[in-house]
């Protein structure tokens, strides 16, 4: 089972900025990836996502704020951050799938991935 590993996290006050990455150990081919968040008792909400053909997507509370991105060997996702905001707080996953296709409407839906990081926490003080 492949395990995505993210890395990045942390603790940062108000208008800050972070960069969370995403390493794809043992797959040397992704369709799509993503960023997700998650806070308790809350459902996961997609943050941004990447096609392999260059399709973007982003919630509408991180546009402008937030950048996806891949490195030019396409095995690290990162996600920049920034002018962070406290409702930003939450653990954020990475996500990625080799099926295709997936239409840019699903790109920010949880069931379109199939592998999943176990996710690094992001905190953002007043």
């Known amino acids: 089972q492949v395990q995505l590993v993210e890395s990045g996290g942390g603790s940062v006050q108000a208008g800050g900025s972070l960069r969370l990455s995403c390493k794809v150990p043992?797959?040397?081919?992704?369709?799509?990836m993503a960023w997700f968040r998650q806070v308790p008792g809350k459902e996961r909400e997609g943050v941004a996502a990447?096609?392999?053909?260059?399709?973007?997507r982003y919630t509408s509370s991180v546009k402008g704020r937030f950048t996806v991105s891949q490195d030019r060997a396409k095995v690290t996702l990162y996600l920049q951050m920034n002018n962070l905001k406290p409702e930003d707080t939450a653990m954020y996953y990475c996500?990625?799938?080799?099926?295709?296709?997936?239409?840019?409407?699903?790109?920010?839906?949880?069931?379109?991935?199939?592998?999943w990081g176990q996710g690094t926490k992001v905190t953002v003080s007043a």
């Open positions: 996500a990625a799938t080799t099926r295709q296709p997936v239409s840019a409407n699903l790109l920010l839906r949880a069931e379109s991935y199939s592998y």
């Open positions: 043992g797959m040397s081919y992704t369709y799509c």
């Open positions: 990447l096609r392999s053909d260059g399709i973007t």
